[in-house]
């Protein structure tokens, strides 16, 4: 072969690896790299699951109001007061202090306003603003300011674990017949909760009123709860 086609042949070559490399910079095109997923392809299954329940409640939520002016001196006693006179209006119930201000007036009198909350049996209801009013005195007044009938937060707390557990017996049952269905081993791959509460809480001045008209028998409250569940079940392919 002569010199001459020797140096054309390697001329050709060096424009064709020129022409790549300028192609391969002037282009904006994403390049595609393929890699093998470490996670296995699955047959997904999605479905929501409901179920519901009703929560009943003999007791009610009481909020008493306490205002007072009082001297220094009556002030170091006032908290013990009030926790006594707060255990007169029902037996057997824990009164919690959800609030407790003061301050001083232009006569240098201390002004105290303070609430209290306890979970009260709707039998014990009845009358239960005229004995807060009997512990008012001068200088200090006590009010029932709200009764909240309904399911306390323990009860509503314990019907929701009973209702994932339904939940969760119902999601088994699917997977069994999943599983016998398709021959393949199913398993619960996502679940997203939501509760819904159904029932509604009567109005403050209801409530109140209600109280002071409430028979000497029990009158259980109910409130109803939904619970629904986003259910992703899966088997490897």
Avoid: C
């Avoid at 002037?26 to 595609?32: A, C, G, T």
């Avoid at 200090?140 to 994932?164: C, F, H, N």
């Amino acid at each position: 072969m002569s010199k001459k086609w020797i140096f054309t042949g390697a001329g050709v070559v060096v424009l064709l690896l020129l022409a790549s490399i300028v192609r391969a910079s002037n282009s904006n095109e994403p390049q595609v790299v393929q890699l093998a997923s470490p996670y296995p392809s699955l047959n997904r299954v999605h479905y929501v699951v409901q179920q519901e329940q009703w929560v009943i409640s003999d007791t009610a939520r009481v909020i008493v109001s306490v205002n007072a002016n009082l001297t220094d001196a009556a002030l170091d006693r006032f908290q013990d007061k009030m926790n006594q006179n707060l255990a007169t209006l029902a037996k057997n119930v824990a009164w919690h202090v959800t609030q407790f201000n003061r301050s001083q007036d232009s006569s240098g009198l201390e002004q105290v306003s303070a609430q209290a909350e306890a979970r009260i049996p709707n039998a014990a209801l009845a009358g239960l603003r005229a004995k807060a009013d009997k512990l008012s005195q001068p200088g200090t007044k006590y009010q029932i300011v709200d009764i909240q009938y309904g399911p306390s937060d323990e009860d509503i707390q314990k019907a929701k674990e009973s209702l994932r557990q339904k939940i969760y017996v119902a999601i088994d049952d699917e997977i069994r017949r999943l599983n016998k269905l398709y021959r393949q081993q199913f398993f619960v791959n996502n679940i997203d909760f939501n509760l819904t509460p159904i029932a509604s809480p009567m109005p403050a001045l209801m409530r109140v009123a209600a109280a002071d008209n409430m028979p000497s028998g029990n009158v259980p409250v109910n409130q109803k709860l939904v619970l629904q569940a986003d259910v992703v079940l899966a088997a490897k392919v």
